[in-house]
Each structure stands twice: as C-alpha cells, then as structure tokens.
C-alpha cells in the first residue's frame, strides 16, 4: 500500500502592491478598494503544501532543497521587497490575496513535478489568509 504524505513549507516576503482594476477609474477603483487603491505594502506568509510518497532510502517524502529551490527562483525572486504589479508572475493579476494565491499555484503547478502540488497559501494580514487547490483559476 502507497501512504503519500503531505508537507507544508512556510516561506517570508515583504512586498508593496496597489489594488487597481484597469477596467475601473482611478474614482472607481477608490470606491471599490478603499484605502488599499494606494501604494500600501505588507508581510505576506506563503505556504507550499507538496505531497509524496517517503523514499525507501532517505525516508523523505520531497526533496526540500528541491521545494525551496523552486519557490525561490519561480516566487520569491520576483516578488520579495518588489512592487507585486511588476512581477511576471503576477502579469495581468489584481494582487488580492485570491489573485496571488491562484498566480503562486499556476506558476509552482508547472514547476513541481506532476502530482505533487496540493495547496498554496497566501497569508496577508494576521486577518486575512486565501488558500487555493487548484482548479478553476
């Protein structure tokens, strides 16, 4: 029998971002947005959730040098004390928290190896935290 075990690594990111919809005016993304239609940053958490079955010799389940390698080059280089909007990940992507997490989960979707991805997690305040499986982005 196959036991596949799932790993959360947690990684750190300070970035500065504006709430903007190109659809909108300047008035309407205010209306929409409030306070956060103007430059503002944060301390953002991510969470990679990776899933494997333990290897009969190292007993590890994911190769975390790998995992950070990964999310290193294809995430954080981009967006760690950079303004999020210029990041090529995040082309196109009103940078709430569900539009990073959905764009942190296509780029490490294609990254990982196959099968491998089950969750990411986007925390942006002590309040607000937006976590996505796949599916429909």
């Known amino acids: 029998m196959t036991r596949t075990v799932e790993l959360t690594r947690v990684y750190h990111f300070s970035a500065a971002h504006c709430l903007e919809n190109p659809r909108l005016s300047a008035a309407g993304n205010a209306a929409l947005y409030?306070?956060?239609?103007?430059?503002?940053?944060?301390?953002?958490?991510?969470?990679?959730?990776?899933?494997?079955?333990?290897?009969?010799?190292?007993?590890?389940?994911?190769?975390?040098?790998?995992l950070d390698r990964t999310v290193e080059r294809c995430i954080l280089e981009q967006v760690d004390h950079h303004q999020l909007e210029r990041a090529p990940a995040l082309a196109g992507v009103i940078t709430t928290g569900e539009g990073l997490a959905r764009a942190f989960w296509s780029t490490l979707v294609t990254a990982l190896p196959p099968a491998r991805l089950r969750r990411v997690v986007v925390q942006e305040t002590a309040k607000n935290r937006f976590e996505y499986r796949g599916g429909e982005a």
């Open 34 to 66: 409030g306070p956060c239609a103007r430059p503002h940053g944060h301390n953002y958490y991510l969470e990679v959730t990776v899933a494997g079955v333990p290897d009969r010799t190292t007993g590890m389940a994911v190769d975390l040098e790998d």
